[in-house]
């Protein structure tokens, strides 16, 4: 009799699974899918001699994926047009598993925290463990909170603090003329909670959390997920990509005053695509040809701790591997004295911040008026999301202590 063995059926996003069907007939073919209702993967493989088939050791003769690969049906998983619904893992001939992906994973608490003008949630192991490191986690972009990135790192050893800082009830509608002052209040916020503090960020906020080590001392890891050290142009109201990129303010200020930026440049490769409605690589709103004003480079050199650069090879979200370059220019050149290093996934896209095992099949996805190219390859991404989730984690907890 046939049975698919998944192990374990409960556990956090973040955390592998073991998938084996077992009772077939030696060399038999059986088809194994992953369904969430509105997106379906499979995997087509050939059970071994002792009628077995081991999705960490067996490679699928067909399917959404290929290749060895423990997690390929989870990131594979493509857009069916339905509509959500449970997560559920089939074999032909072997029934059928549910399984739960937790978000908030179990003995993590969550507290929402509207004060002194803040708007963010702290996640933070229900065991009393003694005082635990802090790590406030920033979103890009698309504002609001990054709850999930958040709760699911908490499970790791920390005090998580998932801060908005636009785009969200209580908080300014666009990315500009953000205070750093805010920041440093949020800062003081979980220092109250917590021991020593890092920051990790993805896109925008991988340039944020660069731009908050090198301003406050208290911040004493960095992580910055295809970020940038250079400081950009906000990005402001319109009701369409062109309009956005024409709002010429700064994203930050400090002590009142604005902090000087690198300029959008709106190509005519650039206006053509948006005019044809074809994806927009954003990544041509940003021209580095003749290098970046020395005054828009974040000074990263000042951070009080270890700094920790993951980019992309394909970015099409923008020249995340350039941009990150000049700050780990200014580490080598100013011999930083904590430890530093610069990753880069080169057949990777854009969206490689946040937990793993997620779907990576999107290589596109809306923008304002327009559609957005992520770039990179779909595999690729999934790997670089999942090693930059490890190495994030591995890289805080040994900065930080746990």
């Not at 739960?100 to 933070?124: D, H, Q, S, W, Y």
């Not at 920051?199 to 731009?211: I, K, M, T, Y």
């Not at 591997?321 to 896209?349: C, I, M, Q, T």
Request: charge should be negative; hydrophobic fraction near 40%.
């Amino acid at each position: 009799m046939a049975e698919i063995l998944v192990n374990p059926q409960i556990a956090p996003l973040d955390q592998p699974v073991d998938v084996v069907v077992t009772g077939l007939p030696p060399g038999a073919e059986v088809t194994v899918q992953l369904s969430t209702g509105d997106r379906a993967s499979h995997g087509v493989f050939q059970a071994d001699e002792r009628g077995v088939v081991d999705l960490t050791r067996h490679a699928p003769l067909e399917g959404t994926y290929g290749g060895v690969d423990r997690m390929g049906l989870f990131w594979s998983l493509e857009r069916t047009g339905g509509k959500p619904g449970p997560l559920c893992l089939s074999a032909e001939g072997a029934g059928e598993v549910e399984l739960k992906r937790l978000t908030v994973p179990e003995g993590v608490e969550r507290v929402e925290v509207r004060e002194n003008g803040l708007v963010g949630t702290l996640f933070a192991p229900e065991a009393d463990a003694g005082e635990l490191p802090g790590v406030i986690v920033l979103g890009g972009s698309e504002g609001g909170l990054h709850e999930t990135d958040a709760a699911l790192l908490a499970a790791h050893g920390f005090v998580t603090f998932a801060l908005g800082y636009f785009g969200a009830e209580g908080l300014p509608e666009h990315l500009v003329d953000i205070p750093l002052e805010y920041f440093g209040e949020a800062i003081g916020h979980l220092s109250e909670r917590a021991g020593a503090i890092g920051v990790v960020g993805g896109s925008r906020g991988g340039e944020l959390a660069l731009l908050l080590g090198a301003t406050f001392p208290q911040v004493k890891a960095v992580v910055s997920v295809v970020g940038s050290g250079v400081v950009t142009q906000a990005i402001g109201p319109g009701a369409n990509l062109l309009q956005k990129l024409s709002y010429e303010a700064a994203s930050w200020t400090y002590k009142g005053e604005p902090l000087p930026y690198l300029p959008y440049d709106v190509s005519d490769e650039l206006r053509a695509r948006i005019v044809n409605d074809e994806p927009v690589p954003l990544r041509l709103a940003f021209d580095t040809s003749d290098g970046v004003p020395e005054d828009t480079e974040i000074p990263v050199e000042n951070i009080a701790g270890g700094v920790l650069l993951i980019s992309s090879g394909h970015d099409d979200g923008w020249p995340s591997a350039e941009l990150s370059e000049v700050a780990l220019r200014r580490l080598k050149d100013h011999d930083h004295p904590f430890p530093y290093e610069h990753v880069v996934y080169p057949e990777a896209g854009h969206l490689i911040a946040g937990p793993p095992h997620r779907p990576a099949t999107d290589v596109t996805y809306p923008g304002p008026g327009v559609t957005f190219s992520g770039g990179g390859v779909p595999r690729a991404t999934a790997h670089a999301r999942a090693d930059a989730w490890k190495r994030t984690v591995e890289f805080l907890q040994e900065q930080l202590g746990t």
